[in-house]
């Protein structure tokens, strides 16, 4: 039988244990003599070392186990099969509002156009001659914290558009 000796970790060699390495014995220290300055009281005791045994089987029922990984496979799958079931539903859903959105959006476009033209100089006249205003000559105005007027107030003077006469007339 050959006998080896193994250093400590860092490569230590001040105390070594010393394994035997022939046939099925898996690293079984081989019990050293005492040393000779150390009296029979002092000495390690000569009983039996422990040494590092095989882990006991163990037996876990397969069947609960199976079913276990079933269980999750098929609600995996299914929990999969659902989410891309809304997913796709909320495509369909999101396709409806943005063709939504594009036909709102050219109705806004259409009517702030509207109101351009509403807004527009010429037809904010066309729309006042129509209604028989005319067009005043220099403002005054109201100074507000002492009441005092700045300028000379006149009444609107003019002839009305031809328009107006005309609404006038069939009114009558």
């Known amino acids: 039988m050959t006998v080896t000796s193994a ?13 035997p390495t022939q046939g099925s014995a898996a690293l079984k220290p081989v019990p050293e003599p005492p040393a000779p300055d150390l009296s029979p009281e002092q000495s390690p005791p000569a009983g039996p070392r422990l ?3 095989p882990p006991l089987p163990v037996l876990v029922p397969r069947a609960p186990f199976i079913a276990l990984v079933l269980a999750l496979v098929v609600g995996g799958v299914l929990g999969i099969l659902v989410l891309n079931t809304k997913i796709n539903e909320n495509a369909f ?8 959105q594009a036909v709102l959006d050219q109705r806004q476009s259409e009517l702030e156009q509207r109101l351009a033209d509403y807004e527009a100089p010429n037809n904010l006249a066309a729309a006042a001659c129509k209604l028989g205003l005319v067009p005043a000559g220099a403002p005054a105005f109201l100074r507000l914290p002492d009441g005092r007027v700045i300028g000379v107030p006149q009444p609107a ?3 009305p558009c031809v328009s107006s006469r005309q609404a006038s007339d069939a009114g009558r």
């Open 51 to 53: 040494r590092v045994a």
């Open 93 to 100: 859903r999101l396709h409806d509002l943005r063709e939504q």
């Open 7 to 19: 250093p400590r970790s860092g490569g230590r060699s001040a105390a070594r244990t010393r394994f």
């Open 157 to 159: 003077s003019g002839e």
